[in-house]
């Protein structure tokens, strides 16, 4: 959920730190928001950062097809 009206961009960093995707949104409404991603990922886990003009997070995600 957005806070504010913002950018997002997202970036997956596989499990040795090398990037393998990146995608920039134009500005965002506040709110919640659904954004598709078509990242072509083998099995395995990823770290998802996700930043705004607010700040970042990271996550771990698996990958299972």
Do not use: M, W
């Not at 596989?14 to 919640?32: C, F, I, K, P, W």
């Not at 928001?33 to 995600?61: D, E």
Request: net charge neutral; glycine share 6%.
């Amino acid at each position: 959920t957005l806070l504010k009206p913002s950018s997002l961009q997202i970036v997956f960093y596989n499990s040795t730190g090398q990037l393998v995707y990146q995608q920039t949104t134009e500005e965002l409404d506040a709110g919640e928001q659904n954004i598709t991603l078509s990242p072509s990922l083998a099995n395995g886990i990823y770290f998802v950062k996700i930043q705004t003009t607010l700040g970042q997070v990271v996550q771990r995600v698996i990958c299972h097809k």
